[in-house]
């Protein structure tokens, strides 16, 4: 199985910041990526698929990119509601998650 | 409205058995994969098991094959996973969820339930 690591882990910002979470898969792989958002006591929800295309209903301030080992995850202009953990997936493998939390 | 919902999950000791429960509505379930995904206490998530949309296909995790079994009634709306040899390291929220692609699987998954809590201990 393909192994999925994120960086950085932790990760402490304001509403407003630019911020970037990185996936790197342990060989390359398609475009077949997803990520999804997580707030504490809830289901996942799928933000992005098919590595930069947005799911129905999720802000335009999430985009997606990257190809072969490295994707990235970028929020544009990090929002209140936008504190969660971001999990990264490849096929049947997720990525440990990224934890997002107010600077 | 489009939802999930599981049921079934509990308490039950090492080497026991149980059976989660999903119930589908708001679609059509019997167009979709389905999988189970889990998530221990305080854990990342873990794909566990999938069932194609007629439950002709079926693929399990390494950690699970052999002692987790799923199916699905199309009638009734329902998917279901039967989960034997249960370990303490079995124990998670178990989540139901809808692949995005209609009589394929993408590995998508864009509908989840809240999860059913399932402790395995002594």
């Known amino acids: 199985d393909i192994q999925l690591t994120q960086s950085p882990s932790f990760l402490s910002a304001s509403v407003g910041d630019r911020v970037t979470i990185t996936c790197r898969a342990s060989q390359g792989i398609t475009s077949h990526f997803a990520w999804y958002q997580q707030k504490p006591g809830k289901a996942p929800k799928l933000l992005i698929y098919?590595?930069?295309t947005l799911q129905s209903g999720v802000p335009s301030r999430f985009s997606g990119s990257g190809s072969g080992t490295e994707f990235t995850l970028t929020i544009s202009s990090l929002q209140p509601e936008d504190f969660a953990t971001y999990y990264c997936q490849y096929l049947n493998s997720f990525g440990p998650g990224t934890k997002v939390d107010i600077k | 409205q489009v939802q999930l919902v599981e049921s079934g999950g509990g308490l039950v000791k090492p080497g026991g058995s149980l059976r989660v429960s999903c119930a589908a509505s708001?679609?059509?379930?019997?167009?979709?994969?389905m999988s189970w995904i889990r998530q221990a206490p305080g854990k990342g998530l873990e794909w566990v098991s999938y069932?194609?949309?007629?439950?002709?296909?079926?693929y399990y995790a390494d950690s699970v094959k052999g002692r987790f079994t799923i199916s699905r009634d199309n009638a009734k709306n329902s998917l279901y996973l039967q989960m034997n040899s249960l370990r303490a390291e079995d124990t998670a929220v178990y989540y139901c969820?809808?692949?995005?692609?209609?009589?394929?699987?993408?590995?998508?998954?864009?509908?989840w339930g809240r999860g059913t809590l399932v402790t395995v201990s002594s």
């Open positions: 969820a809808r692949d995005s692609g209609s009589f394929t699987f993408w590995w998508y998954f864009d509908l």
């Open positions: 069932i194609s949309s007629s439950g002709s296909t079926i």
């Open positions: 708001g679609f059509t379930f019997s167009d979709y994969y």
């Open positions: 098919a590595a930069s």
